[in-house]
């Protein structure tokens, strides 16, 4: 949410409405935070030429 562009306070909103979690805007900002560089990783990685997938079906 906060990537989308959600502030911290509307993330906590957000979660507390659907989720009836309550978190503070600090635990938000401290998560973010610690996951930054690893996003920025995932985000700038190359593609790999072929991914496998499954289909199952339930029926």
Do not use: K, N, W
Request: zero cysteines; aromatic letters at 6%.
């Amino acid at each position: 949410m906060y990537a989308r562009g959600m502030s911290t306070r509307e993330t906590v909103g957000h979660r507390r409405d659907l989720y009836d979690i309550a978190v503070s805007p600090d635990l938000i900002s401290a998560v973010t935070d610690a996951v930054l560089e690893a996003v920025a990783a995932r985000q700038t990685r190359s593609l790999e030429p072929v991914y496998p997938l499954i289909f199952v079906d339930a029926l």
